[in-house]
């Protein structure tokens, strides 16, 4: 991998239903010497030392929403960082989430301790339908079909971009975030036969990577209810690009010239 080069690494590519194959999800996105990690289910702590990551690497949490198998290990975070700081500085970490995040915090700190909302500690931003700025590019937001207050992402640098559904159903939203992405990456929770309301599966995520004109589509956290079913035949049914169905630990590079 170039140093400009972006990589992608699934921490966990399952659900809140424990496997001994997927973890709870988590996404770690390199760019350059820049960590960003969206999500982190329980296990991302360790699983980020998998990927030669440690706590105090990270530059920036980013939430889809606030469901415990998308942010246990923030907590955990945070402790570690704040230990860590006693003997050496940490520098503030900024989190993103939602509407309702800082709201979502703030019950955190009565359960944990009012240490959670340190200043010196984590920057706390909220998030609606809306582009950030940040110095390795540019990162965009739109509400996905799940819970009352649940956003994807696109991550936009040098032209290249990734797109991260979080928990959703279909919905115009999701296909005009990913529109002519790069890598898409799409949550795919059950059986076309056991669909659930505000989750995806793998028509309806090969229908939105056909509407979104997307290059690659990388499925995610999946059920156990997928076992001995071949996810990606049934997705091309609907798209006829690359479709790979993620496990934990895969990495991916997107090359940036």
Known sequence: MKPADIRLTILGSGTCIPTTDRGTPGILIQIKDTNLLLDSGSGTLNRLLRAKIKFNDLDY???????????????????????????????????????GFSLFMHFLAEAYGGWILDKDLVEIHELD????????????TDKMKHSSQS??????????SIVYSGDTGYCPEIVGLAEKSDILILECSFPDD?????????????RIARE??????V?????????????????????????IVSHDMMQLTVNVS
């Open 151 to 160: 956003i994807g992402y696109r991550i936009n640098v040098a032209g290249k």
């Open 219 to 243: 499925l995610t956290h999946m059920y156990p209810l997928f076992k001995n079913i071949d996810i990606a035949s049934i997705c091309s049914e609907k798209f006829d690009g690359e479709v």
């Open 61 to 99: 949490l980013f939430y889809t929403h606030r469901h415990a198998d998308h942010t246990a290990d923030l907590i955990p975070i945070l402790q570690a960082r704040r230990v860590r700081s006693y003997t050496q500085p940490s520098p503030v970490l900024p989190v993103y989430g939602p509407k």
């Open 129 to 140: 339908s809306q582009q950030l700025d940040l110095p390795f590019g540019t990162i965009r």
């Open 194 to 206: 056991r669909k659930m309301e505000g989750h995806l599966t793998p028509k309806l995520a090969g």
């Open 212 to 217: 979104a004109g997307c290059k690659t589509l």
